[in-house]
């Protein structure tokens, strides 16, 4: 499986963030094509870093990187990724995973 974690800072308006999140962001990424799974955390996001700024996590799950790349490279997954600036105003870092499941 193929996992991108998002984490998204900390905004300038949390509510904007919040609105644009839920009735935006959310749809044009459940549009991209090959996705098999998306999370996203709910209230504050611990982290051992106490100098840590995320505010929200998003995990999305493709069966193989060839799967993550067509969903990007696609219309839906231009679109998705261009709607960042219009709302993440807290900067975003993505980390892509190759996970395997041990339990």
Do not use: C, W
């Not at 609105?19 to 959310?26: N, P």
């Not at 749809?27 to 840590?52: C, H, I, Q, Y």
């Not at 067509?70 to 993505?94: H, M, W």
């Amino acid at each position: 499986m193929i996992r991108v974690i998002v984490n998204y800072g900390l905004p300038e308006d949390k509510a904007t963030f919040d609105a644009h999140y839920e009735d935006t962001h959310i749809p044009l990424t459940r549009a991209m094509p090959n996705l098999k799974g998306f999370e996203v955390s709910r209230g504050p996001v611990a982290s051992s870093d106490d100098a840590s700024t995320v505010y929200l996590t998003a995990i999305l799950t493709y069966d193989t990187q060839e799967d993550m790349d067509a969903a990007l490279a696609s219309p839906e997954g231009k679109i998705a990724v261009a709607d960042l600036a219009n709302f993440a105003t807290g900067g975003v870092t993505l980390m892509t995973i190759d996970s395997q499941e041990r339990l």
